[in-house]
């Protein structure tokens, strides 16, 4: 069956630290690819997302995001965290480029 | 300004009275979907539409109703709501191009009570 895994439910990072956010897909084809984020209290943001070519994304807020074809993969990172960083993140996927299937969400707390 | 409307931010009714949770964008997309977001479930697709007069189930159906009349509304219907549809509720909206540039754009979101 097609399904988004993100095996953290919580994370904890200090500020300053790097961050990665796990997130694994069992698609029979290589889907689209997304990260949301969504502070508290606020609705979807789109930080970057990966259709084809270059598997290192860059998006907004300064992270990144890999897609490991044979990891069936696409790991958030950030070098270094801000506490505005604070927030859920969702990963997501799609074959026809728009109807998404999501993840249970990270949830990611900054510690000073 | 590109954006999807959903209308009202916060609603909290009763079991059982009908209610309507309207959305709309200004992006002329065809695509329109309407997720619900549980603690510790994620968000979870409700109903899409396609295009005008073209709605489907998503995973979490039960208990809902969509109408696709006009191509820049989507609204959400509930005949009779129980407290188990008390949830975050968002709509979405997308271009049915497959490129690069395809991104679903999301509603505020509708916070719902049922009691």
């Known amino acids: 069956a097609q399904s988004v895994t993100q095996p953290d439910i919580h994370i904890t990072v200090s500020e300053g630290a790097s961050l990665e956010l796990r997130c694994n897909y069992s698609y029979g084809a290589t889907p689209y690819l997304f990260w949301y984020v969504q502070s508290p209290g606020q609705g979807l943001q789109l930080l970057l997302k990966y259709f084809s070519g270059d598997t290192l994304v860059q998006g907004i807020k300064g992270f990144e995001a890999e897609f490991k074809r044979s990891q069936s993969s696409f790991n958030l990172r950030k070098p270094s965290v801000h506490w505005s960083d604070a927030a859920e993140y969702f990963c997501?996927?799609?074959?026809?480029?728009?109807?998404?299937?999501f993840g249970k969400g990270t949830s990611l707390l900054v510690t000073p | 300004e590109a954006q999807v409307t959903q209308n009202p931010r916060y609603l909290i009714t009763v079991t059982g009275k009908k209610l309507t949770v309207t959305c709309s964008q200004n992006m002329n997309h065809e695509y329109m979907s309407w997720y619900r977001q549980d603690p510790g479930l994620g968000l979870r697709q409700i109903y899409y539409s396609m295009n005008v007069e073209v709605t489907d189930k998503g995973d979490v159906p039960e208990g809902y109703k969509v109408s696709r009349k006009e191509k820049r509304n989507f609204p959400l219907i509930l005949e009779s709501p129980s407290p188990n549809q008390t949830s975050l509720y968002f709509c979405?909206?997308?271009?049915?191009?497959?490129?690069?540039?395809?991104?679903?754009?999301f509603g505020q979101g509708t916070r719902l009570t049922v009691v």
């Open positions: 979405a909206s997308s271009s049915a191009r497959r490129d690069k540039n395809t991104e679903a754009f």
């Open positions: 997501a996927v799609a074959l026809s480029g728009y109807a998404l299937n």
